[in-house]
């Protein structure tokens, strides 16, 4: 059975990106390609990769030094004008939810709204809606309590291609200066927020990867990242037993260890979620004591997993 809730087709959409940047760079272990997709994801057509050198001088040679060639990439031209502009930088830089990202870029929920459909439509943007339970009211149609009666539940506003969101995020803002050869603030803002860059798509892969592994056995019915007023999670996703599962992904340079663990069982609980198995996801492995606690409620997953998605 498929995921629901719209999330199959995004799921299966990315998992196609990255087999797709694989066939076009097998050259690439899954460390890496995983850093190139994020940068250079859903334009592997259009990409020259130079094996022997880093992504930050493929990045240089692809986009900064050929910039003008690199804009035409983007299309249809008019998203490099405002408000397009402001609003994918926007989302690209936010933290996806509608009204934040209208605020960010200036613009009324009616502009906002219009622009981000005819961005769906254009397949740069997709809508992830929140999964959050409205607000209830007390016995006896009591009254909304005061504290929640301005809050509103959002959707989120996602980028389709990793490289759209590199685009707007890191290089649109220095447009100009690109243009004229300047490469230093683009550098200096690039390596100060690098993991933003990585950090969302390795929790869409991961994402990707538990719905993957899950398939045969016990196939999830809804998933995502979860956020509501209080927490949010990098993923939870519910099973056809009905099993809830709360994942958590760690693009970082250390090994993960029981006391991250613990934090995410923590923060369920106060929550209030009654999570049935978590799910770390890590670039760089995890300490002996949390290996050895995995099993049916704690499952684990090394980069070296990632190379399922390209299987086949």
Known sequence: MPVSDGRGRCLSEIGSLFRAFYRAFPFLEIDPLIEYFAVFGGMGDQVVLDPFSGLEANIETQILSHFDETLMWITPSYLMDDPYRKLLIAVARGDGKLLNIFRRAGLSETVGGSLLHELESLGILRIEASREPPVR??????????????????????????????????VAPYARELEQGEFSRFWDNYRRHRDRALSLIFEHLSEALLVHTLADNDPVLSSGSWWDRRSEYDLLLVTRSGRLILGECKYTGRAVTKRELTKLQDKAAQTGLRVDTYALFSRNGFSKELSGMAGEGLMLFGIEEFGKLVDG
């Open 137 to 170: 009211r007390g016995r006896k149609n009591q009254p909304v309590p005061k504290e929640l009666r301005g809050y509103r539940i959002q959707a989120k506003a996602r980028f389709v291609r990793p490289f759209h969101r590199f685009w707007f995020g890191f």
